[in-house]
């Protein structure tokens, strides 16, 4: 598994302290921990459940993992000056205690042999009774800072669209009249998980039939049927980190008159966003590029329900979002989706691709195909 450079976590822990005034930093939230770390906490593992804390101390630049002990290992290659290490449950003698409460007392025992004056937290992920009374909340700085990517981000962010992009291409194989959104679903994961290496976590809309006509949703037992459109909308986390990419598939290779304009006219609204993707361009205004398009391709802007894309990284959605009302602007470094979409009674569709915002103007990270008949 991949995992964020020493380099990068070391910069971005100088960027908090930089923009904070606390003399001592606590990081509970798990994709921060990550961000300003290296450590990855799967939720796919026993050893995901339960409660770390990352200590910066800002005048040295210190930082510190406080880890239960079955995290314990994976923390030791995280980039850290220090582990300390607390133990949970042994599995071979002791039962095992309480992990949430006594990993909140273990803070507060370090927290007492410090001096220190105020304190910057996450409150919304400060636990009750952390005895800490003078705060700062570095949430806002920590949603900012994560727009611009940096370079080990981008590696993460790579893997996870390669994978994906294998998940769309394994979906395709096997799309046909008389299997189930079950199959397609293990189908794309196997796809994933075979691409890169190991176990993630699949989210996503897996949606056929009416389903789709609705938006989408996850994958049931629902069986695909002659004539109709399935979505794939995936977003796995991949070493922490997301790719959301989306196709809509026939499930027969046929297309209806009302399914062939709903295909041209997503595929317009998608070069429309393209047009906007360079820094300094409003958010608000991608969304409004993404729905003239969809208008002046048979009014499908009338089923365009949903925002035209969104920001991604360490979060899905993350800023910037193209919604009517945003104000924000693309910075280069952005990681953003361009994702068109139309619904309605009997038709609904959504392509979706993933970009890197440059000094001038965009890369296009994910390269699947979005068809809704795949010319091969």
């Given at each position: 598994?991949?995992m ?29 921990i990550?961000?300003?770390s290296g ?21 040295t630049?210190?930082?510190?993992l ?11 290659n995280?980039h ?31 927290l007492?042999?410090?001096t ?9 992920w ?15 700085t ?6 611009q ?27 046909e ?5 079950l ?46 459109l ?23 290779g ?25 820094p300094?361009s ?19 802007d009338?089923?365009?329900r949903?925002?035209a ?7 899905h ?20 989706t ?39």
């Amino acid at each position: 598994m991949q995992m964020l450079t020493a380099e990068g976590c070391k910069a971005r822990r100088d960027k908090l302290i930089a923009s904070v005034e606390a003399d001592l930093i606590v990081i509970h939230n798990p994709r921060h921990i990550q961000y300003l770390s290296g450590l990855f906490v799967t939720q796919t593992a026993l050893k995901g459940w339960g409660s770390n804390f990352l200590l910066i101390d800002t005048a040295t630049g210190k930082s510190r993992l406080l880890v239960h002990n079955h995290i314990a290992g994976d923390a030791h290659n995280a980039h850290v000056d220090d582990v300390d290490e607390w133990t949970w449950y042994d599995a071979g003698r002791n039962p095992g205690i309480e992990i949430f409460g006594t990993a909140v007392r273990e803070l507060n025992t370090r927290l007492t042999s410090m001096t220190t004056r105020r304190v910057g937290v996450e409150i919304g992920w400060l636990p009750l009774g952390v005895n800490v009374e003078n705060t700062v909340d570095v949430s806002a700085t920590l949603f900012e800072m994560q727009r611009q990517k940096y370079d080990d981000e981008l590696t993460l962010i790579r893997e996870a669209v390669h994978g994906v992009g294998a998940g769309h291409r394994a979906a395709r194989q096997v799309i046909e009249p008389g299997v189930t959104e079950l199959d397609v679903y293990n189908a794309l994961q196997a796809g994933i998980v075979n691409e890169v290496g190991h176990a993630v976590l699949l989210m996503g809309d897996f949606a056929s039939g009416d389903r789709a006509n609705g938006g989408g949703g996850e994958a049931t037992k629902r069986v695909l049927a002659a004539g109709e459109l399935m979505i794939l909308d995936v977003f796995p986390i991949v070493n922490g980190y997301r790719a959301d990419f989306t196709a809509t598939v026939s499930v027969d290779g046929q297309l209806s008159e009302k399914q062939a304009a709903l295909e041209k006219a997503l595929h317009a609204g998608i070069a429309a966003g393209e047009k906007m993707l360079k820094p300094g361009s409003v958010a608000g205004d991608v969304y409004r590029a993404v729905q003239a398009a969809l208008a002046d391709n048979g009014g499908f802007d009338k089923g365009f329900r949903h925002h035209a894309g969104h920001g991604l990284g360490l979060g899905h959605p993350q800023a910037p979002y193209f919604v009517p009302e945003s104000r924000e602007t693309l910075i280069a470094g952005d990681v953003v989706t361009l994702e068109p979409g139309s619904y309605g009674d009997d038709f609904g569709a959504r392509i979706e691709h993933n970009y890197l915002i440059t000094d001038s103007g965009y890369e296009r990270l994910s390269n699947h195909d979005t068809a809704f008949v795949s010319a091969g």
